[in-house]
């Protein structure tokens, strides 16, 4: 997955006071503070420091949620190297690598199964799907293994063919570090009206 530097306080702070309604809050503010109206004023800066207290609390669950992705992406997994089984953290896997799963583990790496016995494995956090999917070495439509997964019943062997960030599970990690919020029409209209 790929790892974007945790945005500070002061950081968040910043990108508020770069928003035209701050800058329109704060003018308000002042200005009832200037004609001596101190309720007003005081309820305007309070409701500019909930603002930026909102705003860090959102981004703060952001990245809360993208480190737990983080952490579902990197189990440990039991890797067949030279003939040795080794159990290694799921970050070490490459390419090539045989991985041995087991009932209650989490999937390393995205591969194609070699063998496998009644191997059932919980995809939802990729498709959606509830129910866990049946797998097969035999079938070209079963045979895919994908990070992040859960094994739920069974036993299988699969050979690694992408791991981080070339994962189906990477791809969504990166899909959402792209994602910028949009600004509403209410911040768009009030960046011209401001300008």
Same mark, same amino acid.
């Given at each position: 997955?790929?790892?974007?530097?945790?945005?500070t306080?002061?950081?968040?702070a910043?990108?508020?006071?770069r928003?035209?309604?701050f800058i329109?809050?704060?003018?308000?503010?002042?200005?009832y503070?200037?004609?001596?109206?101190?309720?007003?004023?005081?309820?305007?800066?309070?409701?500019?420091?909930?603002m930026?207290a909102?705003?860090?609390?959102? *981004?703060?669950?952001?990245?809360?949620? +993208?480190?737990? /992705? $983080?952490?579902?992406? =990197?189990p440990r997994?039991?890797v @067949?190297?030279?003939?040795?089984?080794?159990k290694?953290?799921?970050?070490?896997?490459?390419?090539?690598?045989?991985i041995i799963?087991?009932?209650?583990?989490?999937v390393p790496?995205?591969?194609?199964?070699?063998?496998?016995?009644?191997l059932?494995?919980?995809? *939802?956090?990729?498709t959606g799907?509830? +129910?866990?999917? /049946? $797998?097969?070495?035999? =079938?070209?439509?079963?045979n895919? @293994?994908?990070?992040?997964?859960?094994?739920v019943q069974g036993?299988?062997?699969?050979?690694v063919?992408?791991?981080?960030?070339?994962?189906?599970?990477?791809?969504i990690?990166?899909a959402?570090e792209?994602?910028?919020?949009?600004?509403?029409?209410l911040q768009?209209?009030?960046?011209?009206?401001i300008?």
């Open positions: 997955m790929p790892t974007a530097q945790p945005r306080v002061w950081t968040i910043l990108e508020v006071i928003e035209p309604m329109l809050l704060l003018s308000c503010a002042a200005l503070l200037l004609l001596s109206n101190y309720g007003e004023g005081l309820f305007m800066f309070s409701s500019i420091l909930l930026i909102i705003t860090f609390y959102q *981004s703060q669950k952001t990245e809360r949620a +993208l480190e737990a /992705l $983080k952490t579902l992406a =990197s997994a039991l @067949i190297r030279d003939g040795k089984k080794n290694i953290p799921g970050k070490e896997v490459v390419p090539g690598d045989i799963l087991n009932e209650g583990d989490r790496a995205d591969g194609v199964l070699i063998a496998c016995t009644h059932s494995v919980d995809e *939802s956090m990729l799907e509830s +129910l866990p999917v /049946l $797998k097969s070495e035999l =079938s070209e439509s079963q895919k @293994i994908y990070s992040g997964t859960l094994v036993y299988g062997v699969f050979e063919n992408a791991t981080g960030t070339q994962t189906e599970f990477g791809k990690g990166r959402l792209k994602i910028e919020s949009d600004q509403t029409n768009k209209e009030m960046k011209v009206v300008k």
